[in-house]
């Protein structure tokens, strides 16, 4: 698919519809991001409470298991931390180049 | 199924990221809930708001699942008419039957106010649909104005705290109980930090034969004025303070499904939000004692319908910790 917004008026869908369902994946919102969620995996109790509280679906998961959080949509909210009832979650400054 | 988050992160939950709410955001988070929690196929109607206009940026969508915008006010007359065009298909043959949900998505203003004798309309002709409210108490799309929904002595951009006006001076509509008022099957309120309520109401809201709604407490960090973490805080003690009691009206019995009783002081609240900062000041004192009043007959009436006993509010902060 060609990058959104460099369409030729041709290729553009009649009627403005949109062709691809969830495309805002596309959209990288972890740039928002000023604090980074680091996650302890030896504390980490694979309850999911930050899978089902976080706004973005960051958590990824596997067979009922944490994996990863996805740093391209995270926006840094912090409500993973504070909710997680182990606590082994902690919100570091981001630090970019 | 039952509702374990284990078993339901195996669910593909309809709902993107890459959306662009704020950082912090609770619809997002009761979307997902309710797009996890149901059994059938879902279409969405979604009303004007933050969520309509964060979700479906041109040329881009967040939802997975079928989804229609026409306006502000006709979300729930979007609902019936996809409802009665799915039963005239079925009839016709044109269509086979499948188990499927009509749900509304509509925020505080497209409920309370702009959508409400459209969604009343609705709820009286009984269409078979589940309208939820993402009560954010505010038109916090357009840049924090009031709504019918927004509580006494908050700050809004057309309610601004000043040496006449203490904020908003009028206290808030009992959305859910003109809801209930109409006679539908299922009624409830809920909040966003309280998952597995939720998303029980959900599945019940569901499965009634009728309209349902589901008015769902949902914090915003930007119009609140409060750190993005603190999000499910705030909702859970709306809870405890008995402001946003948690409840179920099921073919018109009440039922409390939250905590019976209430642990804390409006003022623990209040004390929570940068909307409410002019009030703790000392300038206008009496609007703490009104908004308490307000939550403790409020409190009082719906206990009164559940059948119990009424209740005195816990006296200060130092107490409600120290009961803790």
Redesign the interface.
């Known amino acids: 698919m060609t990058q959104?917004?460099t369409e030729s008026w041709s290729e553009?869908p009649q009627g403005?519809t949109?062709l691809?369902?969830?495309?805002?994946?596309?959209?990288?919102?972890g740039s928002?991001?000023t604090k980074l969620p680091i996650i302890d995996f030896d504390k980490c109790t694979?309850?999911?409470?930050c899978?089902?509280?976080?706004?973005?679906?960051?958590f990824k998961?596997a067979?009922?298991t944490l994996q990863s959080v996805?740093l391209d949509?995270c926006?840094?909210?912090?409500?993973c931390?504070?909710?997680c009832p182990v606590k082994c979650i902690e919100?570091v400054p981001e630090e970019r180049d | 199924m039952t509702l374990k988050?284990?078993?339901?992160?195996?669910l593909d939950?309809g709902?993107?990221?890459?959306?662009?709410?704020?950082?912090?955001?609770?619809?997002?988070?009761i979307v997902?809930?309710v797009l996890l929690a149901l059994a059938n196929e879902p279409v969405v109607a979604l009303a004007t708001g933050c969520l309509e206009v964060s979700?479906?940026?041109?040329?881009?969508?967040?939802?997975?699942?079928p989804l229609i915008h026409s306006a502000f006010e006709n979300a729930a007359t979007s609902a019936s008419g996809i409802e009665a065009a799915y039963k005239a298909l079925v009839r016709k043959g044109r269509m086979a039957e499948r188990p499927m949900t009509f749900v509304v998505f509509g925020g505080d203003g497209a409920t309370y106010d702009i959508g409400f004798q459209w969604l009343s309309g609705a709820l009286e002709r009984g269409h078979k649909f589940m309208y939820i409210c993402l009560n954010n108490e505010g038109y916090m799309n357009t840049g924090i104005q009031r709504s019918g929904a927004t509580m006494l002595g908050a700050w809004t951009t057309t309610t601004p705290a000043g040496d006449l006006v203490p904020g908003k001076p009028q206290w808030r509509k009992d959305m859910t109980g003109i809801v209930a008022s109409h006679g539908v099957p299922y009624v409830a309120q809920a909040a966003v930090?309280h998952?597995k309520d939720l998303m029980t109401k959900v599945r019940t809201a569901e499965k009634a034969e009728g309209p349902a709604f589901l008015n769902v407490f949902a914090p915003c960090?930007r119009g609140w004025r409060y750190?993005?973490?603190?999000?499910?805080?705030i909702s859970r003690l709306a809870v405890e303070t008995a402001l946003w009691p948690l409840y179920e009206v099921d073919d018109g019995k009440y039922k409390l499904n939250g905590p019976r009783h209430k642990t804390r002081p409006i003022i623990d609240y209040l004390e929570s939000q940068g909307r409410f900062r002019h009030l703790l000041k000392d300038k206008e004192p009496g609007v703490i004692e009104e908004i308490q009043a307000n939550v403790d007959r409020e409190w009082n009436r719906l206990r009164e319908r559940c059948g119990l006993e009424p209740e005195v509010t816990p006296e200060t902060t130092e107490a409600a910790v120290s009961a803790d």
């Open positions: 959104p917004g553009v403005g949109v691809l369902p969830g495309s805002t994946e596309r959209n990288l919102t928002w991001r694979h309850c999911m409470i899978w089902v509280m976080c706004p973005d679906s960051c998961t067979e009922g996805d949509h926006k840094g909210c912090g409500i931390a504070s909710e919100m | 988050l284990r078993d339901l992160t195996l939950d709902f993107e990221s890459g959306h662009g709410l704020c950082a912090g955001c609770s619809e997002s988070v997902r809930q979700s479906t940026r041109f040329p881009d969508t967040a939802w997975k699942v930090h998952w960090d750190e993005p973490e603190d999000t499910m805080a």
